[in-house]
Every structure is written in C-alpha cells, then in structure tokens.
C-alpha cells in the first residue's frame, strides 16, 4: 500500500550543527507536504510545507527540500538548538485532505 | 496569533462510559478534523468535517463515534462506549478555504485515558 515513512528513527546532534531529518513516500500523486515538530505533551506544530511545483523552500533555519524523481523529502535545520529536541513527522496530503502522517523521527540535541 | 484549542486536557473514564471530547478551531477555518496517537504511535487520520457533515473518514472512525459541530464555534468528538483501546491523545486540527493546500493547524490534544 502506499504510505509515507521515515528512514531514521532517532537522531542525535551537537547543539550547532545542522540536523537533517528524511522521508520516504509512494504516492506519486501526492502533490502537498508538510514537517511537523512535535514536542512531548503537545500537539504537532506546523514547521514549514511544500508543493510539488517545488524543490525546494527555506524558512527561518529550516529548509524542506523535496526530490520527486525518487520520492525522498528531507528537512534541514541549521545550527540546531537545545529547543529543537522534539519529534519530527513529515505528513502528506491524501486523497481528499487527510493527512497521512510518517513514523516520526526523534531530534535530540545534545549540549 | 489565533489558535486551536480543546478541552478537557485529560480526560479519565471507566470502560463503557461515553466521553465527548471538545475543540474550538480557528474562527474562520472550514474544515475540521480529529486525529489520534497512540503512546509512542504515529498519528492517525479520523475524520474530515466540513459543512456540517463528514467528509472523509477512517476504519478507526466506526459506529462508536461521532462528531457534531453543535454551534458556531465547537466541534465535539463523541466515543459511545469506551474501550481500552481508545486510550490516546486525541487531536483536532482545523484548516481554510482549500483543504488539500493549506495547512492543518492542531490543539493540544487531549489524553484519554480509559481504565
């Protein structure tokens, strides 16, 4: 079946350094994506979306880069922060507007 | 910065028991949506709502649930007889005119616990 998912489940960096965090999805008529952080107790916030019509898009530290030809999504944070510690889902839009979200992967930042 | 909001935050209830969990979207938003996570789970799709009726919905979503948008403002999820396996948080999220181009923005969840 098709689904969205995520490569790694956690992921540990040096406070500084940039994270990349990745997404694999197989619905090629997915044509909308969205990262959403999630930190524990909370619900999941928006971070940063994306079209299909595009590659790439920067927000304030946060690049979402999307790679069609092999269904590959990436967020990159740079010079993460301590505050950055949280779950990170990539989520796209199904048929209808359902999101259909990843597996998650876990950021920790370390000191 | 307008936001959603739900109530309660933790909801604790004996198996059986009907619980309505509330939520307050964004004013202008015109769909509505209830997600669930199970601990250390991904989230999970619902249902869709919109123009007072359901729009889309999951094999989760069976008879034992129920949504209403009973005034202008809430938008409730209803769980008829509780099980344990609905012990999760459960999320509303809300989005404009163009749902499957605008984002969903989510609450805060609420815990259900059912023991």
């Known amino acids: 079946g098709e689904s969205v998912g995520l490569h790694l489940p956690t992921l540990s960096v040096q406070e500084g350094d940039n994270s990349i965090i990745n997404c694999a999805y197989s619905n090629s008529a997915s044509d909308y994506f969205i990262w959403y952080k999630q930190e524990s107790g909370k619900g999941p916030q928006f971070i940063i979306d994306?079209?299909?019509?595009?590659d790439k898009r920067q927000g304030q530290r946060v690049t979402v880069l999307l790679n069609k030809t092999v269904k590959h999504l990436s967020l990159q944070i740079a010079a993460t922060q301590p505050g950055d510690s949280a779950v990170y889902f990539c989520a796209e839009v199904a048929a209808g507007n359902m999101l259909t979200f990843g597996g998650g992967t876990r950021l920790m930042v370390k000191p | 910065e307008p936001e959603v909001t739900q109530t309660p935050s933790h909801q604790v209830t004996q198996m059986g028991q009907e619980v309505i969990l509330r939520c307050v979207p964004i004013s202008n938003h015109l769909y509505f949506y209830w997600y669930r996570q199970i601990l250390g789970q991904k989230v999970e799709f619902l249902v869709s709502f919109y123009n007072n009726e359901i729009s889309e919905k999951s094999e989760i979503f069976d008879d034992q649930f129920s949504v209403e948008r009973p005034d202008g403002s809430n938008f409730t999820l209803k769980i008829r007889s509780t099980k344990l396996e609905d012990s999760a948080m459960y999320f509303c999220a809300s989005t404009g005119q163009t749902p499957s181009t605008d984002t969903q923005y989510f609450g805060p969840g609420t815990r259900l616990t059912v023991l």
């Open positions: 994306i079209r299909s019509n595009m």
